[in-house]
């Protein structure tokens, strides 16, 4: 036991007569020469896990990591991940569940990075936690469960389901239901785990990342125009993009609504355009495939391919007028207090416009439809799209995104 903590203190920098009291505050485990006999003829067959939720920050200071390719990544179940791979002997299999994160964040980059070098299969099944979840009793529990095939030099293949959602009373058939397609290529997928879950999706985001598409960003202003966009970053069944800002006050005093971000236009014509595909299904789609499925970011968007042609339609600027008055026609004016988390009395009064985009979904269908023509989706394709996730966009009723400050 002295020979394997003095071994490791070594490779941590601890001093020999420091070997005992480190080994008492840090109860180091060192895994060649714990299970020598495994590691020594290849590695374990099989790895299963929940690794740690935690970012590597929160822990930094009782113990630091040396050696790890992830660590940029910054959470600790990448680098548990890491380690895995680093365990398993050649052909081995390794499956953990991890955060949401995994399949798109660039943080996870070097995550995703090392699983495809090291593996021969990769499985990648998604979940939501809404409105069933995993884990009872937890919020933001969003999750990933991987498997993979350890082998560096062989074909590689790798699967991803759609993004699961699901009704709790069907927790105990969800795995059985569970089906797969094959993965983008690593350039299509612009190094994500697509969650695409269908042949028909997977063609719909083929297409959106033709190389003859531009990206959106292309045409936003890096300066503030008289022409706008604000969206909502709160993205979950439905985007929130209004031309303009709609209504919000704070203590009386109306002004721009928390947690939303400004995308500037030339003029009025590709800014309705532009607000007519953000609302969109296909667009929809794309977040759901490359996105956090919570959070809409300024990345996000700027990559989402499109034809030049389709923001020069001028249906669908007629569209996004005949949306930007339905949205304001539908909704609710709501109020709500936030209180100070130290004292509990109320800080601050809010009243903003809360939109139901289901009541608009009939435009927003009109839109893909013109989409449709624009991007050369099939029949199929433009049905799946209509229809994606709509079980759960048109039953859902989204939280206000509103936090106590």
């Not at 612009?190 to 063609?203: I, L, V």
């Not at 809360?354 to 927003?364: G, M, P, V």
Request: some cysteine; proline content about 4%; overall charge neutral.
């Amino acid at each position: 036991p002295t020979r394997r903590s003095s071994d490791l203190s070594g490779e941590y920098g601890i001093k020999k007569s420091g070997v005992k009291k480190w080994k008492e505050s840090h109860k180091p485990f060192h895994w060649f020469c714990d299970f020598y006999r495994i590691l020594a003829s290849g590695g374990f067959d099989v790895i299963i896990g929940n690794p740690p939720w935690k970012e590597y920050a929160e822990v930094k200071e009782s113990y630091q990591l040396h050696g790890y390719a992830t660590e940029s990544c910054g959470n600790l179940h990448g680098m548990t991940t890491e380690r895995a791979i680093n365990l398993a002997g050649d052909l081995g299999r390794i499956s953990l569940i991890v955060q949401l994160p995994l399949t798109s964040s660039s943080r996870m980059n070097t995550v995703r990075s090392m699983l495809r070098a090291s593996s021969e299969f990769i499985s990648v099944i998604p979940f939501d936690d809404r409105p069933g979840k995993l884990f009872d009793g937890l919020e933001h529990c969003r999750s990933v469960v991987f498997t993979c095939k350890k082998h560096e030099n062989a074909k590689k293949s790798e699967v991803v389901s759609r993004y699961q959602r699901w009704p709790s009373e069907a927790r105990p058939f969800l795995f059985s239901t569970i089906s797969f397609v094959p993965s983008l290529s690593e350039e299509s997928s612009s190094k994500h785990f697509p969650k695409t879950g269908s042949s028909e999706a997977r063609r719909v985001i083929e297409k959106l990342m033709n190389s003859t598409n531009s990206a959106l960003g292309i045409f936003l202003s890096s300066q503030p125009t008289d022409h706008f966009i604000f969206y909502q970053e709160a993205t979950q069944y439905w985007v929130k993009a209004t031309v303009g800002l709609p209504f919000y006050s704070k203590n009386g005093q109306v002004g721009s609504p928390a947690h939303g971000r400004y995308l500037y236009l030339r003029d009025s014509i590709i800014t309705h355009a532009v607000s007519a595909v953000l609302n969109s299904s296909l667009f929809y789609l794309y977040f759901v495939a490359f996105g956090d499925c919570f959070h809409l970011s300024g990345s996000l968007v700027s990559n989402f391919g499109i034809p030049s042609s389709a923001l020069a339609d001028p249906r669908l600027t007629d569209l996004s007028k005949e949306l930007m008055a339905d949205l304001k026609r539908n909704s609710v004016t709501k109020t709500i207090t936030t209180k100070d988390k130290k004292t509990k009395t109320v800080k601050d009064t809010i009243s903003y416009a809360e939109f139901d985009a289901r009541s608009s979904k009939s435009i927003i269908d009109k839109v893909d439809c013109v989409l449709a023509e624009h991007y050369s989706f099939t029949a199929a394709e433009l049905d799946m799209i209509l229809n994606f996730d709509v079980k759960f966009r048109l039953g859902s009723d989204e939280e206000a995104d509103v936090e106590e400050e």
